[in-house]
């Protein structure tokens, strides 16, 4: 069975920093794209960042210069590191993988971050 867990959500106060960690489990995700999403509330979820299997990596607007994600191929796991927090950062953030760019074919249940002012 396929499973993404999620960890490393909570509350911190803006300006601060987060890690988020999602380690994979069932199958290997090496060959595949893996990504962040968040959804705040009363808003449709957006993607944060992606990346392949070689390296590439996108992130949003919104989180340039702040969000970074890596991987780690032997651990079969991605990570968000989330600097710079703001207010405005507040959602539920989903790891997803495999499947198109656009299209995840795994999601995690998802993991709180909540930022103070």
């Known amino acids: 069975q396929v499973q993404l867990v999620e960890s490393g959500g909570g509350l911190v106060q803006a300006g601060g920093s987060l890690r988020l960690s999602c380690a994979a489990s069932g199958r290997s995700f090496n060959l595949d794209n893996m990504a962040w999403y968040r959804q705040a509330a009363g808003k449709q979820r957006e993607v944060v960042a992606r990346?392949?299997?070689?390296?590439?990596?996108t992130h949003a607007d919104s989180v340039k210069g702040r969000f970074t994600i890596s991987r780690d191929n032997a651990k079969n796991a991605v990570y968000l590191q989330m600097n710079s927090l703001k207010p405005e950062d507040t959602a539920v953030y989903y790891c997803?993988?495999?499947?198109?760019?656009?299209?995840?074919?795994?999601w995690g249940q998802g993991t709180q971050v909540t930022v103070s002012s």
């Open positions: 997803a993988a495999g499947g198109s760019w656009g299209a995840p074919d795994y």
């Open positions: 990346m392949s299997p070689r390296g590439t990596r």
